[in-house]
């Protein structure tokens, strides 16, 4: 039997992807109401349960050898793999099957066309990659190929909040060589973001009632030297430590809350803040720098007293590198699939990434700009594009000696 290039390969099998099914399989998919229930029980329609038994039929019908794991109740990951010879590489596609919610935005799960776009709540962040995942399993196993390794398809719960599908996955799921996460980013080939750690200052007064405040201290006023002292904290990591492609980190104040009553000096009060930490920077340092800054208002005032709380949010940085066998054969897919040069930067959100443990690229189709609005939609050409770049990929890494046999 003849042998054929990778390259042969991909353009054999790239006409068997699917426009239309991409069309039908992401308009099911935005159908199914997955939103992310956040800190609230998980129930119908606010978890990934509906979605994630969707996609174990699916992948099971492809003949994947697929599996649910529920992380907690109503909230199951799912992966299938396609099995190959043992001593090549795991390749796995992997995605968030959660979304943010709905309040205010019509009609969010019927799917609809207009001029070239699939609009839905969750069309572009990110059933769309979920869609062109499943057609990339379908193309690869309907061509009965002899793989040289595994391929996986999965999906996990709670990106939108705290990622515990995917530190569960990074347990309990199947091992991985190589990843890719098809988050929205107009099919830009990014292997590093920044991480998000961030975490409550506390500062402590005295309550007494408001008609006599000289009596109490306010923590409230405690607070705002907190906000005066932090003002320059983002100029000075803009003249700090710097990553290739995520640039600098950043500090931003988020949420405050203080008191209760107005006719009471209050005696707490808690600013939530959130820093974006770059791949060569850690935690303690920035608690130490945070700490820094607070024992230096102290110093000036006996009277304030703070507390730095644990992480509220503690999400780690991606930083694959760009000479990475991953980001070439991304990189290399994208050329041959639009005949253009793929730009390689940073992702501006966080992601799962870092939680799968192995050498991954984000590279997915819709933009950030359109996720998580009232009118989320997706370039229906960015999915087929999508779908034919993992078609590549995978092949490219999967196929035995670089080639495959004609049936």
């Not at 069309?23 to 159908?31: D, G």
């Not at 990339?136 to 939108?160: K, P, S, Y």
Request: proline share 5%.
């Amino acid at each position: 039997m003849q042998e054929i290039s990778v390259d042969d390969a991909y353009q054999k099998l790239q006409i068997e992807i699917s426009r239309e099914r991409l069309i039908a399989t992401t308009s099911n998919l935005v159908r199914i109401s997955s939103e992310n229930p956040f800190s609230s029980p998980a129930a119908p329609g606010c978890r990934e349960q509906e979605i994630a038994h969707f996609y174990h039929k699916e992948l099971t019908a492809l003949g994947f050898d697929s599996e649910l794991r529920e992380v907690v109740p109503g909230r199951p990951n799912v992966w299938g793999t396609l099995f190959g010879k043992e001593e090549g590489f795991n390749i796995m596609l992997a995605g968030h099957l959660d979304t943010v919610g709905t309040k205010e935005y019509k009609k969010p799960f019927d799917p609809r066309i207009e001029e070239d776009r699939l609009y839905g709540r969750g069309s572009c962040d990110m059933k769309a990659a979920l869609a062109a995942y499943l057609e990339v399993a379908r193309v690869i196993a309907e061509a009965n190929l002899t793989l040289n390794g595994n391929f996986t398809v999965a999906g996990v719960v709670d990106e939108e909040y705290q990622m515990i599908g995917s530190r569960d996955f990074g347990t309990y799921g199947p091992r991985a060589d190589f990843c890719i996460i098809g988050e929205p980013n107009n099919l830009k080939v990014c292997p590093a973001h920044k991480g998000q750690f961030s975490l409550f200052f506390r500062t402590f007064g005295k309550a007494v009632h408001s008609s006599i405040p000289g009596a109490g201290i306010n923590a409230i006023e405690k607070m705002s030297k907190v906000v005066q002292e932090f003002e320059d904290y983002n100029e000075r990591l803009s003249n700090g430590k710097k990553h290739e492609l995520c640039g600098h980190g950043t500090f931003s104040p988020g949420v405050i809350r203080g008191g209760s009553i107005v006719s009471t000096v209050p005696d707490f009060c808690e600013m939530e803040v959130d820093r974006r930490i770059l791949p060569n920077e850690t935690r303690e340092q920035v608690i130490d720098e945070y700490r820094l800054r607070l024992e230096k208002i102290h110093n000036h005032d006996p009277e304030f007293r703070y507390e730095i709380s644990e992480p509220s949010w503690d999400i780690s940085p991606l930083d694959t590198p760009v000479d990475n066998l991953i980001v070439k054969t991304v990189t290399r897919g994208y050329y041959v699939v639009t005949g253009k040069t793929a730009a390689i930067e940073a992702f501006s959100g966080a992601t799962d990434a870092p939680n799968f443990a192995c050498p991954a690229v984000i590279c997915g189709p819709g933009s950030l700009l359109q996720a998580h609005s009232l009118n989320e939609y997706v370039e229906i050409e960015q999915i087929v594009d999508a779908a034919k770049i993992y078609l590549y990929s995978v092949l490219a890494l999967l196929l035995s000696s670089k080639t495959i046999r004609k049936r």
